[in-house]
């Protein structure tokens, strides 16, 4: 659903500001919007309550923490049932190694996940110690990242 509508020229901006670095001040994402703190303050807020931001966090480097391997994973399911997907995302939410997980068509698989592991022991254990056990998964493709190309977390807003 788009309620761009809703958004004039200032609220893009600030979005724009807040993704790049939400780490900003109120104060800072003022001046560089060109607005007043308390009127900036509100449309941040206004911004949140609709549900234009949901969340704002920190991006880590991963390898600098250690986890040097990243997998997309393909996942096919026996069943398409609602209580088989269901009962297949409620388990993969529990694995902290799972970034992403989407449900895709135009593939023979029906979930598409992103693993962030140590190292390809980690990723065997997540592998055949969870992916594999979920009732119902019949099939698991995985490609391995070799190099990042391009990686943001910003969506174009113009």
Known sequence: ??????????????????????????????????????????RVKRLITDGFIERQVAVLNAEKLGYDLTAHVSISMDRHTPDRFENFEAEIARYDEVVDCSVVTGQSADYLIRVVVKDMKHFEAVLLGKLTRIPGVTGVHSSFVLRKVISRTEIPLT
């Open 1 to 42: 659903m788009d309620d761009t509508n809703n958004l004039d020229r200032v609220d893009l901006k600030l979005l724009a500001q807040l993704q790049r670095d939400a780490s900003l001040s109120n104060l800072e994402l003022a001046e560089r919007v060109g607005l007043s703190p308390t009127p900036c303050a509100r």
